[in-house]
């Protein structure tokens, strides 16, 4: 039997005065808990397909136990993300895996084609990898997960030079780029995908 492919979900626990500091800057705590709940329970509804097994990687270590009807179902997988920056957070939680994928909860456009579509270029390239305007990516796929975990140590995380700092230490051609997307950090990222709609 094939074993089905891994996403994981990296999240931090939607509290108020946690997580979205530039976007609770621009339009307040409150309107930007909101939001970034928002945007968490459409991730986890895009992420849930029987084409792959789904994990939330959760930070504080203390949400796994946190309870959140309705933007964090009680059944699904958790594991913790632990200490250090982004990237050592991300190469842990990729390193066990292989086929696997690994998403944000900040892209208000995922769908589970975009995830689809990023585990099936792993059939061309051995790396597959969706950027967002704003320099950074909203996935990343990998055939071997301990090959992207060591792509991503040296990267200017929350800079307009993320994605590209990752493709070079992949190797740009062995990655496969997917569909763009608009992420949100800000008010005016919000603005501009509600624009779209």
């Keep these: 039997m094939i074993e089905r492919p891994t996403l994981i979900i990296m999240a931090k626990a939607p509290r108020l005065g946690h997580g979205k500091s530039r976007l609770a800057r621009d339009i307040g705590r409150?309107?930007?808990?909101?939001?970034?709940?928002?945007?968490?329970?459409?991730?986890?509804?895009?992420?849930?397909?029987?084409?792959?097994?789904?994990?939330?990687?959760?930070?504080?270590?203390?949400?796994?136990?946190?309870?959140?009807?309705?933007?964090?179902?009680?059944?699904?997988p958790r594991i913790a993300q632990g200490r250090g920056d982004l990237g050592a957070r991300m190469a842990r939680a990729l390193r066990r895996h292989r086929l696997v994928a690994m998403i944000g909860t900040d892209c208000p456009g995922l769908s589970r084609r975009h995830i689809a579509a990023a585990f099936e270029a792993l059939r061309r390239k051995p790396f597959a990898l969706g950027p967002t305007s704003d320099g950074g990516f909203w996935i990343i796929a990998a055939r071997r997960g301990a090959e992207a975990a060591r792509a991503m140590s040296g990267v200017r995380w929350s800079t307009r030079h993320a994605a590209r700092d990752v493709i070079a230490n992949l190797g740009r051609e062995r990655v496969a780029l997917v569909a763009a997307l608009q992420d949100v950090d800000s008010a005016a990222d919000l603005a501009a995908f509600s624009a779209k709609r």
Excluded: I, K, M, Y
């Excluded at 895009?46 to 959760?58: E, F, G, Q």
């Design 30 to 76: 409150v309107e930007a808990w909101r939001v970034n709940r928002r945007l968490n329970a459409h991730t986890l509804r895009a992420a849930a397909d029987l084409r792959w097994r789904s994990v939330l990687c959760v930070a504080p270590d203390q949400a796994l136990a946190l309870d959140l009807p309705g933007v964090w179902p009680r059944a699904q």
